[in-house]
Nanobody
Framework: QVQVVESGGGLVQPGGSPRLSCAASGSIFSIYTMGWYRQAPGKQRELVASITSAGSTNYAESVKGRFTISRDNAKNTVYLQMNSLKREDTAAYYC?????????WGQGTLVTVSS
């Protein structure tokens, strides 16, 4: 069974630059599109960034220029480098492995932006 586990969340200050990690297992990781989503209190889950097997990336407008998604296929891991964090970035961040009927979600990691 494919499994993904997020890590790297926690309490960070505004302007901080944490890096989230999503480690996958049970798949040929390199062939799958990966994505980061987030869900803030009282809001719907939204796409933050995605990266294809070829390395093409897409970002939500709210994070363009601040966040960078990348992948290390040798480590079966996708990263989300988060820079210049704002209070509105506070959310549970989820990793998505694949899409459609192959889609698998992690349990999430909470990022709280507060001084």
């Amino acid at each position: 069974q494919v499994q993904v586990v997020e890590s790297g969340g926690g309490l960070v200050q505004p302007g901080g630059s944490p890096r989230l990690s999503c480690a996958a297992s049970g798949s040929i990781f390199s062939i799958y599109t990966m994505g980061w989503y987030r869900q803030a209190p009282g809001k719907q889950r939204e796409l933050v960034a995605s990266i294809t097997s070829a390395g093409s990336t897409n970002y939500a407008e709210s994070v363009k220029g601040r966040f960078t998604i990348s992948r290390d296929n040798a480590k079966n891991t996708v990263y989300l480098q988060m820079n210049s964090l704002k209070r509105e970035d506070t959310a549970a961040y989820y990793c998505r492995h694949g899409q459609g009927f192959l889609e698998v979600w992690g349990q999430g990691t909470l990022v709280t932006v507060s001084s």
